[in-house]
Nanobody
Framework: QVQVVESGGGLVQTGGSLSVSCATS????????MGWFRQAPGKEREFVAA????????YYADSVKGRFTISRDNAKNTVYLQMNNLKPEDTAVYYC?????????????????WGQGTQVTVSS
């Protein structure tokens, strides 16, 4: 079992920056790929970014590429999402998830453990 807890959400103006974190506990963090997803009101949960077990490979949704950066610190059992040049359409609840699969994946069903989410609101 892996426990996942997000933190760092909040309110920011358009063009601003925000960083969210995801702390994990339980099984060995380095055995899991990690991903960030988001869900806006009335919309389906969508993939944002993923990082493999070592941090050496990352993948981003086209909508955030060049603005968001995912990273991880295996010594701290934590994954981060740095969000720059935020837009109102980035407003959503952001979820962190862990997958035991080796390959980077964008599919929510392939993630095994999820956090409760943290709200990010971008005002126009």
């Amino acid at each position: 079992q892996v426990q996942v807890v997000e933190s760092g959400g909040g309110l920011v103006q358009t063009g601003g920056s925000l960083s969210v974190s995801c702390a994990t506990s339980g099984r060995t963090f380095g055995n899991y790929g990690m991903g960030w997803f988001r869900q806006a009101p009335g919309k389906e949960r969508e993939f944002v970014a993923a990082v493999n077990w070592s941090g050496g490979s990352t993948y981003y949704a086209d909508s955030v590429k060049g603005r968001f950066t995912i990273s991880r610190d295996n010594a701290k059992n934590t994954v981060y999402l740095q969000m720059n040049n935020l837009k109102p359409e980035d407003t959503a609840v952001y979820y962190c998830a862990a997958t035991s699969r080796m390959a980077l994946t964008t599919t929510p069903l392939l993630y095994d453990y999820w956090g409760q989410g943290t709200q990010v609101t971008v005002s126009s």
